[in-house]
C-alpha cells in the first residue's frame, strides 16, 4: 500500500495520530511500522481502547499475575496496565518527538473518566499519571467538561502537557482556548519553560453529524435531508475560524514570545457512522495547516489508498460553513440543543468506558489470582 497521499498530507501540516493502542501492537513492532512507513505521529488513548486490549490479548498475563499477588486495587491496577503501555508507546514514538522538537511524537493517557465532574481529583490524577509514565512527549487527557476547565488550567500550570478532549461546541472550545491560555500563563509565573508544553484541543467531528442527521430525518422535508451530513465539518471549519482568531490575538503572541507552542486543534472522532458517507471524509474535508487528525487504522489504511488532500477545504470553506448552520437553524434545528445532548452523552460514554476497564481489570486479576 503506497503512503504517497499519507505524506501528501502531512506536508499540508496535519498530523496523523493513530487513534489505538494495545501491547500487542507494540511488541509486534507495529506501531514503530505505522511511525515509518505511514507517517503516524502520535498515539490516542481511552480507557474503551485497553479494555479491549486486555481481553483480546495474552500479553497482559504475566503483569496482571504480578498485580493480583500483590493484591492490587483495581484502580492502581488500570494505572499500571495504562502506564506500562503508554510509556513504551511513548519510546517508540520519540523520533517522531525529536524531529518535531516536542510538537507530535505525542501519546494520550485519560485521567479515569468517572472523575469528569471532579476538578481536584482531575488535577491530582493528572499529576499522577504525569510522574507515572514520566515522558516528556505524554499527553495528560483532560474532558471539556465545565469541572474540566479549570483542572485544564491548574494542570498546565504545573508544567504538564494536555490533550483537551470531548469539545463539541464552538463556546466550550473558546473557553477550552482561555483556559489554555491561563494554563501557560500561571506556568510561566511558575517558572515552567513553556517551550515544554504541548496541547492539543480535540473538537468531536462524526458525532456532530449522528446527532444532526437523526434530526434532520424526523423533520422530513427536502430540504433539512439535503443537509445530511454536513453539520459536523461545518462545525469543525467555524472551530478553526476561531483558533486562527485566537492564536492571531496580542495575548497569544505575548506567550509565543515566551517560548509556548499553539494548543492545535485535533479532529476526533474521524470515522464515518453513515455507511452511506465517504469513509474518509472527515480527514479530506479537514485538511488545514497545524491540525492533527487522529484515526483508526481502517481510517490511515482507506486514506493512503483512496484519499485526497483538498489544501484549502477548511480556510477557504467559512462562509459556507456559516451558511451551513444558518440553514440547520433554519429548518428548525438548535444548535446549543443539539451541543448540549453530545456533551451530556459524551460524559456517559466517557464514564461508562472507565467502568468498563474497571469491570475488565477487575476480572483479569481475579482470574490471574485464582491461575
Known amino acids: 500500500m503506497s503512503s504517497d497521499r499519507l505524506a501528501e498530507l502531512a506536508a499540508a501540516g496535519v498530523a496523523i495520530w493513530l487513534d489505538d493502542l494495545s501491547r500487542l501492537r507494540l511488541s509486534s513492532g507495529d506501531l514503530d511500522k505505522l511511525r515509518r512507513e505511514q507517517h503516524v505521529a502520535g498515539v490516542t488513548t481511552n480507557p474503551t481502547i485497553f479494555a479491549k486490549a486486555v481481553t483480546s490479548a495474552d500479553a497482559y498475563a504475566e503483569q496482571n499475575k504480578d498485580l493480583a499477588v500483590r493484591e492490587t486495587s483495581v484502580a492502581e491496577a488500570m494505572r499500571a496496565i495504562m502506564g506500562y503501555d503508554v510509556r513504551w508507546a511513548c519510546d517508540v514514538m520519540k523520533p517522531a518527538a525529536d524531529a518535531s522538537k516536542g510538537v507530535d ?66 463556546e466550550r472550545y473558546d473557553a477550552v482556548i482561555e483556559a489554555f ?14 517551550s515544554k508544553i504541548g496541547s492539543v484541543a480535540s473538537f468531536f467531528v462524526s458525532r456532530v453529524d449522528t446527532e444532526y442527521d437523526k434530526r434532520l430525518e424526523k423533520i422530513g422535508t427536502d430540504e ?83 484519499g485526497e488532500v483538498r489544501l484549502d477545504a477548511v480556510t477557504g470553506g467559512y462562509a459556507e460553513a456559516q451558511q451551513v448552520m444558518d440553514r440547520l437553524a433554519a429548518v428548525g434545528i438548535d444548535y446549543n440543543d443539539v451541543v448540549e445532548v453530545l456533551e451530556r452523552e459524551g460524559v456517559e460514554k466517557f464514564t461508562a468506558s472507565g467502568k468498563e476497564m474497571i469491570e475488565t481489570v477487575q476480572k483479569a486479576l481475579d482470574s490471574a489470582a485464582a491461575s
Open 224 to 306: 433539512a435531508k439535503a443537509l445530511r451530513g454536513k453539520a459536523a465539518i461545518a462545525n469543525a471549519k467555524l472551530a478553526y475560524k476561531l483558533y486562527e482568531e485566537k492564536f492571531s490575538s496580542e495575548r497569544w503572541q505575548g506567550l509565543a514570545d515566551a517560548g509556548a507552542h499553539p494548543q492545535r486543534p485535533l479532529w476526533a472522532s474521524t470515522s464515518t457512522k453513515n455507511p452511506e458517507y465517504r469513509d474518509v471524509i472527515y480527514v479530506e474535508e479537514l485538511v488545514a495547516p497545524g491540525t492533527v487528525n487522529t484515526m483508526p487504522e481502517a481510517v490511515i489504511h482507506a486514506f493512503a489508498d483512496h
Open 181 to 194: 491560555f491561563a494554563g501557560l500563563e500561571q506556568a510561566k509565573a511558575n517558572g515552567h519553560d513553556l
Open 105 to 170: 511524537g505525542r501519546v494520550s493517557i485519560e485521567v479515569d473518566p468517572t472523575l469528569a465532574n471532579d476538578t481536584a481529583r482531575t488535577v491530582a490524577e493528572a499529576k499522577a499519571l504525569w510522574w507515572l509514565v514520566d515522558r516528556d512527549n505524554l499527553f495528560i487527557k483532560i474532558p471539556a467538561t465545565p469541572e474540566g476547565l479549570p483542572a485544564i488550567t491548574a494542570t498546565l500550570a504545573a508544567g504538564i502537557s494536555v490533550n483537551v478532549t470531548l469539545i463539541f461546541s464552538l
